[in-house]
């Protein structure tokens, strides 16, 4: 099957657009939007079914309706973090000149304040999983946990899902 010339003149030009250094950072944030409600999806949609089914009361469209909400806010925030993270990056590498480590911490911190300060179960499991991931985690640069106990308050206050964001992407 022999492709048009115009889709193939398109293609060309697309191609040749993506390969512009100066279009990489507006190009990740939206790839990272993309992978972000991608992943958020995958992650949260079979957990949000087996969890509803097993512990939710109420008619099937309720259930319905609990697994989409519960799928659409996490896909949605990991979306919105990850473009926030991103172009957080990509600005702080901008105006430096370079990239260092600490921009990524940085970033994360910002991100996750802006986007998960939202007092929610979602953005609950989300903190607590990153806090149990960056404590159990094995790291070879750490040779101890960063703090021997934890107690977290009932509810979640942004700034420590920035610190549980900041310190899982910053390694």
Not at 134 to 157: K, M, Q
Request: aromatic residues 10%.
């Amino acid at each position: 099957m022999a492709v048009p010339p115009q889709l193939r003149a398109l293609l060309l030009a697309v191609n040749a657009l993506l390969r512009k250094r100066r279009y990489h950072a507006a190009l990740a944030m939206l790839k990272g939007f993309r992978n972000g409600a991608v992943y958020g999806v995958k992650i949260r949609a079979p957990h949000a079914l087996v969890m509803t089914f097993l512990f939710r009361s109420g008619s099937l469209q309720e259930k319905l309706r609990a697994i989409l909400q519960a799928t659409y806010t996490h896909s949605w925030n990991l979306a919105c973090f990850v473009f926030a993270y991103k172009g957080l990056c990509a600005l702080q590498s901008h105006v430096q000149g370079e990239t260092y480590q600490v921009h990524s911490f940085l970033a994360a911190f910002v991100g996750a304040l802006l986007v998960f300060r939202d007092n929610n179960n979602i953005n609950s499991q989300v903190i607590i999983s990153l806090l149990v991931r960056h404590e159990i985690e094995p790291t070879s640069d750490r040779a101890e946990p960063a703090w021997d106990s934890v107690s977290l308050p009932l509810f979640f206050p942004s700034p420590i899902c920035a610190c549980a964001y900041a310190l899982s992407l910053s390694k």
